[in-house]
């Protein structure tokens, strides 16, 4: 297990995320050899470019120590506390041809929240950096009563609608989780060192960059893929028409989960880009707490599972049982097919499919997708 | 012609509005015939008790005098500047079953404007009484820009909103139309006598209601009908959840006329009820002019209608072409049949054959509608 923390460090230091590349050749030949292969420069050409401009970077037990040093660990997929339900929907986006979803190969993480727990049942609040206390004021509502009803904050730290949703749900004596576009060991932005100190002692500070990563323009939006994985849905607050909030948005849509957008005054240029997502569908209207959980709870992320199911297909959402009712146990079928079949989006089609398969109601194979007879 | 207009003032005052049965036997024999008949006592069974209890009010002449004192009119369907066709909506409303819908028999009118050129290209601009500042800043700047552009702004010169608008389009030296739910010699509310002394000087000041009468609440509601159908559209400003203004966008709604609500801050009570109107996808939000116009433009009624044609169907909107080839030109269909062919709502399916009938483009008979080669 060493060997393969030190492999996932040392992968998570050779190329600059997102790898999709890399994450599809550590996947068919696993972390440890994936790392021998790249260090001997025996690789696909796809993950040459990727990795050749770093491939003599060893630093991979530096980072650990450095890590340690701050109290972060190092969380790879082979632990039982990796958030894999969540970041299935970056696979699955991945899959369909969007590179920009390639999931993390491990993650830095500081703070004592064991992520599969965490991420269980969480929603991300996000929003524009200049934001105007009504954002901020509708930000700290909106993270206190996400934490105070068991579900955790997931935000990016930033000022603004960020670390108003983080400070209401660390009020609130919830969990909360930041995923910084820098290194676990410094805070940024150092106006929210407290801030993240909080989080870092109650809930969790996470990042794919290793210890020393500074911040830079990129690595928000590739952060932003992140924020929108793990939670089950995005809330909007306040975007202006360029806000680094509406990436986080788009990610969201596009990995078919729930987006909800938060209204404010027209005269204001900080609810222009919710109101945008408003006219165009993409994202559904809340003004309340309720109306979130009531938008988010469509994924059945937040609904509580029932502990004894007396049906396979219980505690499937109606789109779920749709795309199940659509597959046919003895044929595969194409997503394309079965998307048109149960009357459900093609996005939403591929991200319940991986659900489904999880729960062993559906399997996949390279002619598509069929219906499994669990239980 | 003087027959009719003391006939019509008769018929006006004998039946509180709105009146479906009186409005379908005038329509059937005439209004000078409907008059003698309801004084004979010689009526079919609902139209007598939408009238006898008001059958000896002999006022006709004395109405049209009080009228011409306070310099009003009385203009009827016989008339060329009756409002015909933003009308049809309530007619055909009406013919659908909603008894709410009965257009009005004739209308008290004071001021210059030509009904029917003013109501050509008009948008209903209606919100809350007790509306913000915000609310009153967006109907005045809505008001103002639509009255520049051409667009008269019907409402009901309500304190809030209603005025904001109203006063929006009269700066702007544009038409401004506002409906009472009281005689037109008198001015309700008090407060704004000066203001609906300007629209009365400029645009027009109507009413169903004859001279005299005290505005009573269910007034305000049927008043209501004739704001959402005498324009191409509605927007809502602002509404609280049991605002009236969300009667009047009901009405637009069922009415199948475009509806347009504006997002505000959902800390504020006073947008709730525009923010459920948007979730329940019952408006559309606007957040600019451009945004209303476009919105409202959907109809038809606002873009310029080409002078010459050269193909009959020149000129119609994107579901009015889908509605007009759903049609047969050799059997009836119903409206229901069109709206499943077209894939266009009932609702707007019933306006937009009304529409293309008075086109030309399509008949209507006992078992339906039918495609007419018009040109």
New interface residues.
């Given amino acids: 297990m060493d060997d393969i923390r030190l492999a996932r460090a040392f992968l998570l230091r050779v190329a600059e995320p997102p790898a999709g590349a890399l994450g599809g050749f550590v996947d068919s030949v696993g972390p440890v050899a994936a790392a021998a292969a790249i260090r001997a420069g025996e690789v696909p050409d796809g993950v040459r470019e990727e990795t050749v401009a770093r491939k003599d970077f060893e630093q991979a037990e530096a980072d650990l120590v450095a890590a340690r040093h701050c109290g972060a660990r190092l969380v790879v997929p082979e632990d039982d506390e990796w958030p894999g339900w969540p970041l299935l929907a970056l696979a699955n986006a991945l899959r369909g041809g969007k590179r920009w979803a390639a999931p993390p190969v491990a993650l830095w993480v500081r703070g004592p929240a064991r992520l599969d727990e965490a991420l269980h049942r969480a929603v991300a609040v996000v929003g524009a950096r200049s934001a105007t206390s009504?954002g901020e004021?509708?930000a700290t509502e909106f993270g206190h009563g996400l934490a105070g009803a068991g579900i955790t904050v997931v935000s990016g730290a930033a000022f603004g609608i960020d670390g108003a949703a983080h400070r209401g749900a660390l009020h609130a004596g919830g969990t909360t989780v930041a995923v910084l576009a820098c290194g676990v060991d410094r805070f940024y932005p150092a106006g929210h060192s407290a801030m993240l100190g909080r989080i870092a002692a109650t809930g969790a500070v996470l990042s794919e960059y290793p210890p020393g990563t500074p911040p830079a323009k990129h690595r928000f939006l590739v952060r932003n893929r992140l924020i929108a994985a793990l939670a089950s849905g995005t809330v909007v607050v306040e975007a202006g028409i360029r806000s680094g909030a509406r990436n986080t948005a788009s990610s969201t849509a596009q990995l078919g989960k729930p987006l909800v957008a938060?209204?404010?005054?027209?005269?204001s240029a900080m609810?222009?880009g919710c109101?945008d997502l408003?006219?165009a569908g993409t994202a559904?209207?809340a003004?309340?707490l309720d109306?979130v959980m009531e938008a988010v709870g469509q994924i059945g992320d937040l609904a509580p599972r029932p502990e004894s199911p007396t049906r396979p297909t219980d505690g499937l959402g109606d789109q779920a049982l749709r795309v199940h009712e659509a597959l046919d146990p003895r044929r595969f079928r194409e997503a394309e097919v079965v998307s048109a079949g149960a009357g459900v989006p093609l996005e939403r089609v591929r991200a319940l499919l991986t659900e489904l398969e999880l729960l062993g109601l559906a399997a996949s194979g390279e002619e598509g997708w069929r219906r499994c007879a669990r239980g």
Same sequence: chains 1, 2.
Avoid: A, K
């Avoid at 938060?262 to 005269?267: F, H, I, N």
């Fill in positions: 009504y004021h509708v938060v209204p404010g005054p027209v005269t609810s222009l109101h408003l006219r559904t209207l003004s309340t109306e």
